[in-house]
């Protein structure tokens, strides 16, 4: 799977973090302004990039932004090692990631979001004989909860659980939540910034120990991070704050683009 941003995108999402104009990001690039305009369209040239005088001026950093140019991906990831958990992707122009776990053994499962469509969802439940017992939202943008009211529907008995104001909501997210699903456990943290009710649902005690999964909606992406559309600092920060101080094999699901870890964007996301 591609990274959810190249190149060009993440230039573009860090000048308006840092509020520069394409005409200096070009100079600092050492690109005319057409070959700049052309690198943030396509997300690479033929020309020459300075790496390290452009991420100084949009605050990337430049090492890090060079490699992902040069064709960085996190490792592909071995789903396998957490029973049970689906990444499902649906599209509808742009694509979107919503997961489904369960516990093997009660088959109780949850979801997290619900993407565009609710056949896919539906189906894994229904192949698995799964009791769907919740639904949680990361955040409320269109993308992530366009299924909801027909999986509302379909499975009447899941709790709604969400940080949405004035939404529909069965349970709003509270600092002191700690849901149990069969042997796994669900908690969540604040992580505002690309929306104002960002939540990230942290799932432990895998069977043989398999590390934490942390589904982050679009705090961060591999590579990149959601657009600021709150706040471009704090959508940051809170990526430092709430998803780094996570132990660092965490395995990150992402609202789009591919699976990655805590300690693969520590490494390798210019942003950080
Ligand atoms: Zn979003």
Redesign the pocket.
Known sequence: MNLEDHLGDIVRKARSMSNVSADAAARAAGFTRQQFDALEEAGQSDHRLNYAALAELIGLNGAKLEALARGWLPTAKDLTNWRELRCISTDAGMAVNCYLIWDEVSREAALFDTGWHASPTEKIIADNQLQLRHIFIT?S?E??IAALEELRKAFPKARLHSSVKGGPVDQRNRPSDFIHLGSLRITHRDTPG??EDGTTYVVGTWPDDAPHVAIV??AIFAGSI?RGNQSWELARQTVRDQIFTLPSETLICP?HGPLTTVAEEKAHNPFF
């Open positions: 955040h943008h993308d992530h690309h929306a909606g679009d959601g609202g």
